[in-house]
């Protein structure tokens, strides 16, 4: 069956801040410049996950007029602290200026981006939610030419089944890929362009290196409820080589974010990022918080740490990427959404400047990488850029050496540390010691899969797996054989199981449950697992994390 196909001047591959930002200021620039942007969840923001602390600069640029249009900033940043945890207490730190947020809000980010998707609309975006973007297509002479939305209604063996629809053809002269953190369009390009071989500097860019961030949304007692405050811990329950930390910010209507990141450089096989969250709300400095109170919602998410230096090359013939699926997210901050909205916009300005002057799209868009580099965004980065390695040698290190940069170098330091690739960090299981996890109260912590279910997460059974293996006795022969079945620990939605059938040890995999973290792709041992796109709609459905 043929694919239909449309054209566009403009196609933006993901409804997130990044791809929404961009819409609108292309709208705003010139109305007479058409805009699609597909969205692989159910509806704007349902795959969106964030703390989220917004850093409104970006925004204010773009909606200057936002308080009147009515955007869901409701909570303004009120107090920052800053702990040390120890298994039974903690010690407060001076929060790092990094982490101060005096004229910033606490949002559900989701919330914003459905917000976001009304004013592109307004202006004249067309919008589609429910698309994924499967495959990029090319020109004869390799320059892209647009995407392809996947089919609906394959069978498990990839075969057409009886409802079959074949995806849709969306044609741009540029292509502006927003996909988020790990983008697995991305992830295609990058080697087909050869990305890394030169970032913006024009030297060659580091591995990307990235945290999972799971995230539960709890509505507290009243009493318990401090609109505005935002607490930071690090510390307890990781060792101090393993990178990571907490965040608790209380938004409007008595609810609270709670998240727990954990740097995917971990190095022992048998650590559970999910388990370690579950500990940390037992910590005496958090549980009175959540006690008497409701969980509501859950879900995971990877985020970027490589920072300055991990940044690829970000123009490319007949496109450019964008946001977070770029690497633009300020680690020591742990805020991207700002980055993301503001290389979303100069992407849109040169992509019409591009249009206007009649260029080539084969010549891809170079004024957008200048822009970048001239930006706030860029200098953000170069400041906070050695803050994440500096925590290779372990947390007091990073903590000393981190003071040293901010207080003495004010982030101008003499060198640039490098990044390495997070799936390389993983020891083998005979090196490293299991880690016992207490079981699951029902009441402040949970096991896996009733947490899956607040991720309202759906995937028809009857299609091909969308959570690929280069080789088939990849996990058997070597994650189970030498590294005890990482998978089984580091996907938060119970994806990945190694099974007893009669006496034999299997894999399987659970691929309905996946809620789009991407943490498989990247932290996988041997790199044989390979993220690809399900049919367009499915995955979790936040209301609004
Ligand atoms: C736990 C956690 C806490 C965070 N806290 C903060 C914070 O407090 N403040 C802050 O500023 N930032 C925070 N961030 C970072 C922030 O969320 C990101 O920087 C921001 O969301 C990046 O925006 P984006 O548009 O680049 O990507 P995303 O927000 O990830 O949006 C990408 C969108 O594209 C869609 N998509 C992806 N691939 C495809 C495809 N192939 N086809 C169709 N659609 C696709 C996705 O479904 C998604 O809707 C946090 C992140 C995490 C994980
Ligand atoms: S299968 Fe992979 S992408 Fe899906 S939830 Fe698990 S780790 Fe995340």
Redesign the pocket.
């Known amino acids: 069956m043929e694919r239909d196909s449309m054209e566009f001047d403009v196609v933006i591959v993901g409804a997130g801040p990044s791809g929404l930002a961009a819409a609108i200021r292309i709208r705003q620039l010139d109305p007479g410049v058409s805009v699609c942007v597909v969205e692989k969840g159910s509806e704007v923001g349902a795959h969106i996950l964030s703390g989220a602390v917004l850093e409104p600069r970006a925004l204010n640029e773009l909606i200057p007029d936002w308080k009147d249009r009515g955007a869901p900033l409701n909570t303004p940043a009120t107090k920052d602290r800053f702990l040390l945890l120890g298994p039974a207490g903690a010690i407060r730190l001076p929060t790092p200026p990094q982490m101060r947020n005096h004229g910033n809000y606490i949002i559900s980010l989701g919330l914003l981006c459905r917000w976001l998707a009304e004013q592109a609309e307004a202006l004249g975006a067309e919008i589609y939610p429910g698309f994924a973007a499967a495959e990029v297509l090319y020109h004869d002479d390799g320059t892209v030419k647009g995407i392809a939305t996947g089919d609906m209604g394959l069978m498990r063996d990839g075969t057409p089944g009886p409802n079959h629809q074949p995806g849709m053809e969306l044609h741009a002269k540029y292509t502006l890929f927003a996909e988020g953190c790990r983008g697995h369009l991305t992830k295609g390009l990058e080697q087909r362009f050869d990305l890394r071989a030169k970032g913006p500097e024009g030297g060659p860019a580091d591995p990307q290196t990235y945290g999972?961030g799971l995230k539960e949304l709890w509505e507290v007692r009243p009493e318990n409820h401090r609109p505005g405050e935002i607490l930071h811990t690090i510390g307890w329950p990781l060792d101090y080589k393993t990178y990571g930390g907490s965040f608790v910010y209380h938004l409007e209507n008595n609810q609270v974010a709670l998240g727990f990141v954990v740097g995917l450089d971990y190095q022992n096989p048998y650590l559970s990022p999910y388990d370690e969250m579950q500990r940390f709300k037992t910590h005496p400095a958090i549980a009175p918080t959540l006690e008497g109170g409701r969980r509501i919602s859950y879900g995971?998410r990877?985020l970027n740490e490589g920072g300055y230096q991990s940044v690829p090359g970000l123009s490319f013939p007949g496109g450019c990427l964008i946001g977070c699926t770029a690497g633009f997210l300020n680690t020591p901050k742990i805020k991207g959404s700002h980055t993301a909205m503001k290389t979303g916009m100069l992407a849109a300005e040169a992509a019409v400047a591009a249009l206007k002057s009649g260029a080539d799209p084969a010549e891809g868009l170079p004024a957008y990488t200048q822009s970048v580099k001239d930006s706030w965004v860029w200098r953000e980065l170069y400041t906070a850029r050695n803050m994440r390695p500096y925590f290779h040698w372990g947390m007091w290190i990073g903590l000393l050496l981190g003071a040293i940069d901010t207080f003495l170098f004010f982030g101008h330091a003499p060198w640039t540390l490098k990044n390495r690739a997070d799936h390389s960090a993983l020891k083998k299981a005979k090196d490293c010691k299991p880690i016992d996890y207490p079981k699951p109260d029902g009441k402040l912590t949970f096991d896996k899969l009733s947490s899956v279910q607040l991720a309202g997460?759906f995937h028809e059974e009857e299609q091909p797996c969308h959570?690929t293996l280069k080789d088939d006795t990849v996990p058997m022969a070597v994650n189970w054989a030498e590294y005890a079945g990482p998978?089984a620990r580091?996907?938060?939605?119970?994806?990945?199981e190694y099974v007893e059938v009669d006496g034999e040890t299997k894999f399987q995999?659970n691929?309905q449950?996946?809620?789009?973290?991407?943490?498989?792709?990247i932290?996988d041992p041997t790199q044989n697992?390979n993220?690809v796109t399900p049919q367009g709609g499915e995955g979790p459905n936040y209301p609004n994390m």
């Open positions: 999972i995971a990877a997460t959570l998978e580091f996907c938060p939605a119970g994806v990945y995999i691929g449950n996946c809620i789009h973290c991407k943490t498989c792709d932290k697992i993220w």
